[in-house]
């Protein structure tokens, strides 16, 4: 192993080796977080879902003045596997 290439690899391993102590030295950001919801935004969450949503009667609604023309049958699957963009759950 000659000069420069022992100086060469010393080089960036002193650079290596500072730039990893400089990662784990710097405090973690914490951009994102999960958190407990507070009980007002899960009764929320859960009371969408419910037998009685007006907001998945609308979209039943609008997919079926969308799908105008088309069979019975091809509507009624269309709205078995539609979900709510909300909560994911099926719409029908």
Do not use: W
């Not at 192993?1 to 010393?10: E, K, Q, Y």
């Not at 609308?58 to 709510?84: D, M, N, P, S, W």
């Amino acid at each position: 192993m000659n000069a420069l290439s022992r100086r060469r690899f010393l080089m960036s391993a002193t650079f290596i080796g500072g730039a990893g102590l400089a990662m784990f030295a710097a405090p973690r950001a914490f951009a994102l977080s999960l958190e407990q919801g507070n009980a007002d935004a899960e009764s929320l969450y859960f009371g969408h879902c419910s037998a009685n949503n007006q907001y998945h009667a609308e979209l039943v609604a609008e997919l079926t003045a969308k799908l105008q023309g088309h069979t019975q049958a091809e509507i009624e699957a269309a709205l078995v596997a539609a979900r709510c963009p909300i909560c994911g759950c099926p719409i029908a």
